[in-house]
Structure formats: structure tokens, C-alpha cells
């Protein structure tokens, strides 16, 4: 159970010096200490294009033979996220990075770190820690139109009665983080629950203040998630956040 926007851990950090920041395709748009570890952002391009072989011999040979074989839109944003995922594991040290495809789709970090992956058409960000047994799920959405359109799939009738009681702009940014929670419990437990995760199994609920928590029942498992959430605003974008620290490997 937890909130965002909370204050940064004082993390004992590895960072070796931050990467130059850039508005050009496929360089660092931001990278920067995150309360879960470090998150960087690169920029897409506006084109489809195939991306050059000069950009793919940045990412580890594995990654780079994996990648020759996307195309379109799929190729571009799957180099964005690892080109991401390798310049926040090298704050952390990490040499010989590379992520390929675990299960179900999910990034594969080397041993010892964790990691979670979105983008968005001019954007792919990472969140990585060194914590190697931390399940972390990152979320970035944009598209309030969108989640309107499929609020009644993803948000219970008490979730949304609890959106209704928020005046009508603070709702639809509060419908979006809603979204971005849950997508980011997803893909931090995907994996270890093994079937598809249901929206009801994440749940949202609005303070008196106003603000937005999250918390996670999830059927069927012998050990319940215990789950912190943070988010960030970054204009009328958010970045939704969401860890569970364990002390050792181990299943739901
Ligand atoms: C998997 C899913 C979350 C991806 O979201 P999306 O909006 O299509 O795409 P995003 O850009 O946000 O994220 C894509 C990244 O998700 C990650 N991902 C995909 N499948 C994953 C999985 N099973 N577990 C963890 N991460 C996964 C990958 O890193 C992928 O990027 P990559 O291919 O470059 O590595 C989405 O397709 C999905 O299945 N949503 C259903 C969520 C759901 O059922 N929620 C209920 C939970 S409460």
C-alpha cells in the first residue's frame, strides 16, 4: 500500500557521472535518481525509419541481433528501452549490460538488478535498481481521451465513484495515474503470478486530500504483494511507479 510523490530515498548510489541530456533521436531526454533506483528516458524519433546501425551498435550484440529483427514502431521503441535500461544500469556500475525478452514479453536484466520498461511514440523510459529481488513496474501515460474511453474496463464502479468526488480536471489526471498504477502493477507481477493479472486485483482509492493510493489483493497466491507506488508529473504526462521489495527470490 502506497502513495506518490514521496521524498527520494537516500539510496547509496553507484553513479559514475550523468549522461549528457539531448533532444535528438535516441539520446538521453532525462536520467535522474528515482525513489525505487534511476530512471532514464530516451527520445524517439518522429519517423518510422529503420533505426541505423549506428544506434543499434550502441546496445550489446544480443540485444542488437534481437533488435535487427523488429520492425516499424516495434523496433524503434524496443532499442529506446534498452537504450534506456543500459544508461540507468551503468549508474548503478553495471558493465555488460543487456536485457533481452524474459517471459511473457517482460525485460530480462542481467543478475543482481531489476528492471521495467514503457514508451510512449517520442519517448521510452527505464526504471532500473540494483536491488536484484525487487519486482518493479514502470507505467508513462499521456492519453486522457483514451482512458476515458476504457475507464469502465480498468476502474470498478466504487473506484470511479471515488474519481467522481475529485473536481473535473483534477479527475482526469487522477484517471490517468489511475491507469498508470495499474499497468505497472502488472508488469512487476506478471511474471510471478503466472496468469493474466485481473484490473480488480490492483485497486485505487482517493484521501480526503484528494490524492491517490494504491493497493493489491491478488487471487489465487499464498503470499500476498506488499507494494509502494510512486508517480511523477512531468507536464500532462505521468510516470506511475511500483516496487515490492522482498528479502529473498521467491514467488507471490
Ligand atoms: C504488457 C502491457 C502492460 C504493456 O503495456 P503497453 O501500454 O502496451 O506498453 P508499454 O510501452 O507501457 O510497455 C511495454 C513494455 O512492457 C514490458 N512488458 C511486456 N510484457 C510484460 C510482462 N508480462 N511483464 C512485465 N513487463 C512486460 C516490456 O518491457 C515492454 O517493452 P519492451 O518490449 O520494449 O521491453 C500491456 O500490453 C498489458 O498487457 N496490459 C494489461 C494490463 C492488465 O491486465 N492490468 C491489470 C493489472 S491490475
Redo the contacts with the bound molecule.
Keep these: 500500500m502506497a502513495r506518490g510523490e514521496g521524498p527520494y530515498d537516500e539510496r547509496a548510489f553507484f553513479v559514475l557521472s550523468l549522461p549528457a541530456m539531448s533532444t535528438e533521436a535516441f539520446h538521453v531526454a532525462f536520467a535522474e535518481p528515482h525513489p525505487f533506483g534511476f530512471l532514464v528516458g530516451i527520445a524517439l524519433p518522429a519517423g518510422r525509419a529503420l533505426v541505423p546501425e549506428t544506434v543499434l551498435s550502441r546496445l550489446e550484440a544480443r540485444e542488437a541481433t534481437l533488435a535487427r529483427a523488429l520492425t516499424g514502431f516495434g523496433q524503434v521503441?524496443?532499442v529506446g528501452?534498452?537504450l534506456a535500461a543500459q544508461t540507468a544500469g551503468r549508474q548503478f556500475g553495471a558493465l555488460g549490460w543487456c536485457a533481452l525478452?524474459g517471459?511473457?514479453?517482460?525485460?530480462m536484466p542481467p543478475l543482481g538488478y531489476s528492471l521495467?520498461?514503457?514508451?510512449?511514440h517520442d519517448l521510452?523510459i527505464a526504471l532500473v535498481s540494483d536491488a536484484a529481488n525487487d519486482r518493479l513496474?514502470v507505467?508513462?501515460e499521456d492519453d486522457v481521451k483514451a482512458a476515458r474511453e476504457i475507464e469502465g474496463v480498468?476502474l470498478s464502479r466504487e473506484e470511479r465513484n471515488a474519481l467522481d468526488s475529485l473536481p473535473s480536471g483534477e479527475r482526469d489526471r487522477a484517471l490517468l495515474l489511475a491507469f498508470a498504477l495499474?499497468?505497472a502493477?502488472?508488469?512487476?507481477f506478471?511474471?510471478c503470478i503466472g496468469r493474466?493479472?485481473?484490473?480488480h486485483?490492483?485497486r485505487v482509492s482517493v484521501s480526503p486530500a484528494g490524492e491517490l493510493s494504491l493497493a493489491?489483493t491478488f487471487d489465487r497466491v499464498s503470499r500476498q504483494p506488499v507494494l509502494e507506488a510512486v508517480h511523477q508529473w512531468r507536464g500532462e504526462r505521468v510516470i506511475a511507479a511500483v516496487r515490492e521489495s522482498r528479502p529473498q527470490r521467491g514467488g507471490c
Excluded at 517471459?103 to 525485460?107: D, I, K, L, N, T
Excluded at 493474466?196 to 484490473?199: C, D, N, P, S
Design positions: 521503441r524496443w528501452g534498452r525478452v517471459p511473457e514479453g517482460a525485460p521495467s520498461v514503457a514508451h510512449k521510452a513496474g507505467d508513462l480498468f495499474k499497468e502493477t502488472y508488469k512487476a506478471a511474471t493474466a493479472l485481473g484490473y486485483e490492483a493489491a
